[in-house]
Structure formats: structure tokens, C-alpha cells
């Protein structure tokens, strides 16, 4: 055989495995394995491994994994999520919809500390969702809210998603989020304005009754301000120092992992027990990203012996299809396998394969990995996968709670996130302007 039918055949293996039910990780290290042997020899294959293993781990770069993750749950569990809602819900919680509205810029700000999905969602369900149910918004619509806007934790920097983009291929870490900064903004615009419309075609879906309860809150100015400091406070030393150019992405992580232990601390909301929890999780997630970055990287160079990406440049680009046509394809592929499978696990999975494809095309990279990540947190919403849909269920507490319910009160922002992606295709400077200053 070719190295290419080599290839073509380490891909389709590596599709059977992962339905078969084999960890994406293990599979691909074991299709990578068994395509160099046959390309170049098991010696070969051997020793590429260890180079991989040696040198695709060991940069300086990959200590921001850990330490954002740390970062991250450190936030969640001083009780920052609620502290953030809590402020949006005074200033917006009288106007229309002004919860929904107040829970989307809330997760845009929690986003903007730990970078991570998952957790916005499981925040968010168990503070927004009943304040929204107390206030006459209908489950279906608060589920969906918290849903939706879970989502710019993936986007809108720092963001686990744009690391493992900026690995794989080879951009830098600091430039990705920067451009993730307008396509995020430009979101939560758009979560925004759909909720705005959802209240006026039909208020039916939003509220229980024609119009919310509204109650006096408690919450004076000063109690308000004192909740805002903490939040103030880490996104100026996070943020500021990495667009300030005071602080590399790894100092950013490392000051902000800092300042959320303070935070904490002060705040009396860690336990030697559940520090020490906290730190194994961080190191579970770590070894976790790291292993697949591994083997991604293991999968992209037997690929690239194989020849499968450049003979996939020329057909695709040279063909009727052109360099759009690609894109297009790429982006439904993405979408359709986040019915499936995992964000990081897709990314892995394609990037090897698209890349060289999109490079040969002349597609900005930059711009190429924000239309992959924000296509890539459409899965997160959509059925029958949906990871942020069933966090959502697991962290309510109502029974009387369907999935169903949660995926048909997320549909209206799997269409404002359509919307938002042909936007940044067609105007490609919302997410490269401030990337490339």
C-alpha cells in the first residue's frame, strides 16, 4: 500500500475506534503507532513517539494549562459566578427579559476569569436558573439562557480552547486571545438581542406570566461595590497584564491562580481537604489535555508522512469546491461531530487534517481558529451530546426538569451562534483587528 491509502486507513480506523467506544487519546496514538510502522518501520515509529513525547510536552507554554484550570476552580468555589450575576442583576434585572440578559454578560465576565464552559454552566444553573424561575422567566428559558451563554467561556479569553488551537497550530497564545475578544463580544450582543426578541414574538416562551415579578432587592450600592471588587480584581491583574504586555500567558495564568487563592482565602472558602481537591482535579484535567495534545501531535506527523493532508489541498482546492467551499464542509463537519463528541476531542481530531489544507488555502489562521472554536461550541447546545445541556441538568435541582425542555430553550442561541459565525466568515476583521495591532 501508499503511505496515502496508509493514511486514509489510519483515519477511518480511527473513526471506528472512537464509535467502538476506545478514549479519542488511546486511539489515536494507536492508529498513529500502526501507520508509521507500515510507512517507515516500527524503529521509526518507535523513536517518533519519543520524540513527541519528549518535545511536544515540554515547552515552557504548556504551564498554562494547569495553572488556568487551577484558576478556574479556585473562582468557582469562592463564589465569584454569584457575586458577577448578583451585579448584573442590579443594574438589569428592572429593564426587559433584564435577567436573561444580565445572566449573558454575567457568564461574559466570569468567562473572562476562568475560560472554561463547563464551569460557567454549572455555576450559572444553580445561581441564575432559580432567581430566573423566582422572577416568572419559565425553566425552558432560564435553562436555555444559562445554556447559550455558557458558551463564551470557550471564547472569550483566557480560553482552554484557543491554548489547544494555538498548540496545534503553532500561533501564538497571546494573539488567540486577543481574537477572541470580538467575535466574544460580538456574541454576547447577539444572545442579547435574541432574548430581547424572544420577550417581544414570544413572551409565552419567556415568562411564565405576562410579565415578571419584580421585587425590591436587597442589595444596597455598597454591598454591590464590594462584590464587584473581587471581579475587578482579577480581570485587571489576568487581563490587563496580558494585553498590558506586563504578563506572558503563562505569568497571566500563574498571577491569576494567585489571585484567586487570595481570593479565597479571604473569603474563608477553602479547607486544606478541599484545597487538596482541588488540586488533584487540576491535575486529572491537566494530564487529561496534555495526553491528547500528544497524541494529536503523534496523529498530525504520521499525517503528514502519509501525504493525506497535501493530496486533501489539492483536490479540495483545486476542485469545483475552491477554498470556501472547504470551509464550509469544514465548519458543518465540526458542527455535526459536536452532536457526538467533546470540544478538545473534535479539534483533535480535525485540525491534523485541516490545517495544512486551510495554510495552502491562505486562510489566516487566527481567523480559521476562531470560526473552529466558536463551531465548535455550537456541539456543546445541540442534541444528542450536548455536554453543557446535561451539566445543566445534573447541577437543577428540579425533577420535574426535561433535557428536552434545556435543548429546545437553547435552539434560539444555536441560531444567534449560526448567526455570529457566517458574521466573522464574511467580515473577517471582527476577530483579527485586534489580534493583529
Not at 492508529?31 to 513525547?53: K, Q, T
Not at 430553550?409 to 449560526?418: D, E, S, T
Amino acid at each position: 500500500m501508499s503511505p496515502l491509502e496508509i493514511g486514509g486507513l489510519a483515519i477511518a480506523g480511527l473513526l471506528v475506534l472512537i464509535y467502538l467506544g476506545m478514549p479519542i487519546g488511546i486511539s489515536m496514538l494507536f492508529v498513529s503507532f500502526v501507520g508509521v510502522s507500515a510507512i517507515r518501520g516500527e524503529v521509526v515509529s518507535m523513536r517518533m513517539l519519543g520524540a513527541v513525547a519528549n518535545n511536544s510536552l515540554r515547552e515552557y507554554l504548556y504551564a498554562i494549562v494547569p495553572l488556568f484550570v487551577l484558576m478556574g476552580l479556585l473562582v468557582t468555589v469562592s463564589k465569584v459566578g454569584k457575586d458577577t450575576f448578583d451585579v448584573f442583576q442590579k443594574l438589569m434585572g428592572r429593564i426587559t427579559a433584564g435577567l436573561g440578559i444580565a445572566t449573558v454578560f454575567a457568564n461574559a465576565v466570569f468567562a473572562a476569569i476562568t475560560g472554561v464552559s463547563i464551569a460557567s454552566a454549572t455555576v450559572f444553573s444553580r445561581v441564575a436558573v432559580p432567581e430566573m424561575t423566582r422572577h416568572g422567566y419559565t425553566a425552558k428559558f432560564a435553562t436555555g439562557v444559562v445554556a447559550g451563554s455558557s458558551v463564551l467561556g470557550m471564547l472569550i479569553p483566557p480560553s482552554l480552547l484557543m491554548v489547544v488551537y494555538a498548540v496545534l497550530a503553532e500561533e501564538s497564545v497571546g494573539r488567540m486571545f486577543l481574537a477572541g475578544v470580538g467575535p466574544g463580544i460580538l456574541l454576547a450582543i447577539a444572545f442579547s438581542a435574541t432574548i430581547f426578541l424572544l420577550a417581544w414574538l414570544k413572551p409565552d416562551f419567556v415568562f411564565t406570566a405576562e410579565k415578571p415579578v419584580l421585587e425590591e432587592e436587597d442589595i444596597g450600592w455598597l454591598a454591590l461595590v464590594r462584590k464587584a471588587v473581587p471581579i475587578v480584581f482579577l480581570m485587571v491583574l489576568v487581563l490587563g497584564g496580558l494585553y498590558g504586555g506586563f504578563l506572558n500567558p503563562t505569568e497571566a495564568g500563574a498571577a491569576g491562580a494567585l489571585g484567586a487563592l487570595l481570593i479565597a482565602l479571604i473569603r474563608r472558602s477553602l479547607t486544606p481537604r478541599s484545597f487538596w481537591r482541588l488540586l488533584v482535579e487540576t491535575g486529572q484535567i491537566t494530564v487529561s489535555v496534555l495526553f491528547l495534545i500528544l497524541a494529536a501531535t503523534f496523529f498530525s506527523r504520521m499525517l503528514a508522512l502519509s501525504g493525506v493532508p497535501r493530496f486533501l489541498a489539492e483536490t479540495l482546492l483545486s476542485g469545483p469546491i475552491g477554498p470556501y467551499g472547504f470551509l464550509l464542509l469544514y465548519l458543518l463537519l465540526i458542527i455535526a461531530l459536536g452532536c457526538l463528541i467533546d470540544s478538545i476531542s473534535i479539534m483533535l481530531i480535525l485540525l491534523p487534517i485541516a490545517l495544512p489544507v486551510a495554510e495552502a488555502a491562505g486562510f489566516d489562521l487566527i481567523w480559521f481558529g476562531v470560526l473552529t472554536v466558536v463551531a465548535v461550541e455550537v456541539g456543546l447546545l445541540t442534541p444528542p451530546f450536548g455536554l453543557s445541556v446535561y451539566i445543566i441538568k445534573t447541577a437543577v435541582e428540579d425533577r420535574s426538569l426535561k433535557v428536552s425542555d434545556i435543548f429546545r430553550g437553547a435552539m434560539p442561541f444555536v441560531g444567534a451562534m449560526l448567526v455570529s459565525l457566517a458574521l466573522i466568515v464574511a467580515f473577517p476583521s471582527i476577530a483579527t483587528w485586534f489580534a493583529r495591532l
